[in-house]
T-cell receptor
């Protein structure tokens, strides 16, 4: 069983809609959670991080964390075609420095 | 400030040849990571260094893979001999020691390796 699970998609939403991306993890000792965006042919870039239970908002992006359910999600409001990319969930356990990445969810925002 | 620099950006080689990938991390970052990305296996951590010292190399697939970090500004990943199944995009990332946005890993542009 993979340590970090994501629906591979593809997920398609119309422009202006809310895109919801989900991620579950198996290690209860996980402390830090990250969402990376990767455009086709490019490298991953960080868009959000969250450490505590609840919601964290940054512009159009909201990360949600529920440690009891071992679940982290990313909401993208007012989705734009430029948001079309693969979104990678990454988890870090305890004081470790390495990240474990999910396989990514491919998002397409239709104009 | 320049980001993580990797070279070459593309490498095509024949099976059995030695391949060396290079990485220059962001100045002042304490950690350096090497990843491999394929469609089948996603993004996998191969090895990471802290202050030039290898900390965890459990992701290195075989003895054919080796990595070094002779100083804070340079690292290499070597594959000898290369095999077609090594074809992938290899990313180098660096990270400072910190919290929040400073806790993140910054990825280089990657090296696309094709082994024929």
């Amino acid at each position: 069983q993979k340590e970090v699970e994501q629906n591979s998609g593809p997920l398609s939403v119309p422009e202006g809609a809310i895109a919801s991306l989900n991620c579950t993890y198996s290690d209860r000792g996980s402390q830090s959670f990250f969402w990376y965006r990767q455009y086709s042919g490019k490298s991953p870039e960080l868009i959000m991080f969250i450490y505590s239970n609840g919601d964290k908002e940054d512009g159009r992006f909201t990360a949600q964390l529920n440690k009891a359910s071992q679940y982290v999600s990313l909401l993208i409001r007012d989705s734009q075609p430029s948001d079309s990319a693969t979104y990678l969930c990454a988890v870090r356990a305890g004081s470790a420095r390495q990240l474990t990445f999910g396989s990514g969810t491919q998002l397409t925002v239709l104009p | 400030d320049a980001g993580v620099i990797q070279s070459p950006r593309h490498e095509v080689t024949e099976m059995g040849q030695e391949v060396t990938l290079r990485c220059k991390p962001i100045s002042g970052h304490d950690y350096l990571f090497w990843y491999r990305q394929t469609m089948m296996r996603g993004l996998e951590l191969l090895i990471y260094f802290n202050n030039n010292v290898p900390i965890d190399d459990s992701g290195m697939p075989e003895d054919r893979f080796s990595a070094k970090m002779p100083n804070a500004s340079f690292s290499t990943l070597k594959i000898q001999p290369s095999e077609p199944r090594d074809s992938a995009v290899y990313f180098c990332a660096s990270s400072p020691l910190g919290r929040g946005r400073a806790d993140t890993q910054y990825f280089g542009p990657g090296t696309r390796l094709t082994v024929l």
